[in-house]
């Protein structure tokens, strides 16, 4: 099916797009069977869907304008969950009807409201908004929807997920009872169902969902690695795939700061998107991608919807989604319009499957491969640099001339080893990445052990972080109590009331009798519990999953014992200044006896 029914200043702004024949979803929502009728369309992200519902209204919204530019009143609403997806929706809708002239006014949190009163006062024919300040546009008088002949609703299952409902009623009650009302979502729970009930006549149910399913143009890769390496594995998939835009997702604002301040301090060109972004920080971040300032985009699932990027080829899941209809939807971003794209999904080994159960409630097929390797990457760079030095191009004669001068200077084969040598420097390292089964982590666990430490004894000090203890502060505590140097203590575990070190089997038996000798119920840090703890840290992960959490006694402060009238009252820190004694741990004399009032 071509778009030679469509009016002729839609057809000539698809071909200058370079639009040679519709997606299924547009197709199917200019069939004559949908000419006219309200509709409910099931289509993933990345199916064309805002050019489909531009091209829904376009019959009607040029025969109601006669000709003229601008509107008495919005013939059009699109309501949109976020800022991002309002404003790709404003862009397209843009290119669509520029030739018809027609103006389009947009409506989102985080944008000047006074501005946005005045362009809806210019006689805009279609209004592109998020549902919150479409509805305080309503409120205040400014936005008049008595006109409409259409609405759309874009991403309908995202705004009832994110608690849109009440204002998608009150704008939807203040539009004419005549309009159309097109509705469009990726999945059709029956929250949908029953908004469409409510507010659709007749309404023409268009599933494409299964035609589209897991993307055909996406391929997608599940990417194994131990927990710890999950930043090395990010930094070796952008290294290996050098995309021209790349996004990587994770769950929490937190980690958008953490991984951005990584890739940037390894020179990567990147930005950060997310909701503690202002939306003039967001623009500029987008704009820096499309001009390729930068290439790397680290982002929260703010950014999963409404981002249209061309050159966009690389999205990697740092955090794993937490369902598949997010996985699509971050996934949506690459494979666009028939480009290919590539979706990683960065799997810690204890979380595989989980992942595997998603990808098979979403239908998808993903090769699992451990990070590429820095052998592999050094492969692909070679390949990539002589593609790029031996791509034929036209020299002006001042080029010629300073190769000419560097040729006299240097032998051929150093000029080309400074070449590669400039060429690399550019890049940033890859990383070598440990195994990522357990059990090879843990060999390399072994390996990585101080000469001294192959054979370790646990003990155990009744303190933990419910008592601001902090391995500099234990230290020199463990240092005195046992006669021992920091040289000869491993590895220190912070638990909620307890925390376990190690000491050479060599010297266990010397610093558990040095120990006991220093014990004393008069000072506070000599009467601190210090015990051999055959099992180590690992005792208290059991305990927490037998008492839902939470550990059931606290650490006696006097002579009490555990239980006793010298325990701790639940919830108050010990410390003086949430430090332990001020400048050294545990500081301060108590008489014999008498539990000290916690402050």
């Not at 998808?364 to 791509?391: F, N």
């Not at 646990?458 to 021992?484: Q, S, T, V, Y």
């Not at 239980?563 to 500081?587: C, E, H, L, S, V």
């Amino acid at each position: 099916m071509s778009f030679e029914t469509l009016p002729p200043v839609i057809g000539d702004a698809l071909a200058a797009r370079g639009y040679d024949a519709p997606t299924s979803v547009q197709a199917a929502v200019i069939e004559p069977q949908a000419k006219g009728r309200d509709l409910i369309v099931s289509a993933q992200t990345g199916s064309g869907k805002t050019v489909a519902f531009g091209l829904a209204l376009a019959d009607e919204l040029l025969a109601e304008l006669g000709g003229t530019p601008l509107a008495e009143k919005p013939l059009a609403l699109v309501i949109a969950p976020t800022r991002e997806l309002a404003l790709q929706v404003s862009r397209e809708l843009g290119w669509l009807y520029a030739g018809a002239g027609l103006r389009i006014a947009t409506c989102v949190g985080g944008m000047d409201a006074s501005k946005e009163r005045r362009n809806l006062r210019g006689g805009p024919a279609i209004v592109v908004g998020t549902p919150g300040r479409l509805r305080d546009h309503i409120e205040r008088g400014a936005l008049d929807l008595s006109g409409l002949i259409g609405v759309v609703l874009d991403e309908a299952d995202e705004m009832l997920d994110m608690g849109f409902r009440e204002d998608l009623e009150e704008i939807l009650d203040a539009t004419p009872d005549a309009r159309r009302t097109l509705l469009f979502s990726a999945t059709m729970p029956r929250p949908i169902e029953r908004l469409a009930e409510r507010y659709q006549r007749d309404a023409l149910r268009l599933s494409l969902v299964g035609e589209d399913r897991g993307h055909g143009d996406i391929a997608y890769q599940a990417i194994t690695v131990g927990p710890s390496e999950i930043e090395n594995a990010v930094v070796n998939l952008l290294r290996f795939h050098e995309a021209e835009t790349a996004i990587a997702f994770c769950a929490t604002r937190e980690s958008v700061r953490r991984l951005h301040a990584t890739l940037q301090n390894r020179g990567f060109g990147v930005v950060a998107l997310s909701g503690e972004h202002s939306q003039s920080e967001r623009n500029a971040a987008l704009q820096a991608l499309r001009d390729g300032r930068a290439r790397v985009c680290v982002a929260t699932d703010v950014a999963a919807r409404g981002i249209d990027l061309p050159s966009l080829s690389l999205v990697i899941h740092v955090e794993i989604p937490r369902d598949a209809e997010t996985l699509q939807h971050r996934s949506g971003r690459t494979g666009r319009a028939g480009r290919k794209g590539t979706a990683a999904i960065v799997v810690p080994y204890n979380r595989r499957r989980r992942v595997e159960g998603m990808l098979r409630g979403a239908g998808i097929d993903a090769q699992w491969m451990d990070a590429p390797t820095p052998q592999a990457i050094r492969k692909k760079d070679r390949t990539r640099l002589i593609e790029a030095i031996t791509e034929p191009r036209e020299f002006e004669d001042d080029d010629r001339e300073l190769a000419a001068d560097i040729m006299s200077r240097m032998t051929p084969e150093d000029i080309a080893a400074a070449l590669v040598h400039a060429h690399r420097a550019e890049m940033p390292v890859p990383e070598e990445l440990l195994a990522n089964t357990p059990e090879a982590r843990e060999k390399a666990k072994a390996e990585k052990h101080r000469p001294g430490f192959e054979d370790v004894v646990w003990f155990k000090m009744d303190i933990g972080r419910r008592h601001n203890a902090e391995p500099r502060w234990i230290l020199p505590l463990i240092c005195r109590r046992g006669h021992i140097t920091r040289n000869e203590i491993g590895a220190i575990r912070i638990g909620q009331h307890e925390s376990w070190f190690q000491v050479p089997r060599a010297v266990a038996g010397k610093f558990a009798d040095a120990v006991a000798r220093t014990a004393s119920p008069d000072d506070e840090q000599d009467a601190i519990a210090i015990v051999e703890s055959p099992e180590g840290p690992r005792i208290e992960a059991r305990q927490n999953r037998k008492h839902g959490g939470a550990k059931v006694h606290a650490r006696p402060f006097g002579k009490g014992g555990n239980g006793g009238p010298g325990k701790r009252p639940a919830g108050k820190p010990p410390f003086k200044n949430g430090k332990p004694g001020g400048d050294k741990p545990f500081a301060g004399k108590r008489k014999a006896g008498k539990a000290k009032t916690p402050r």
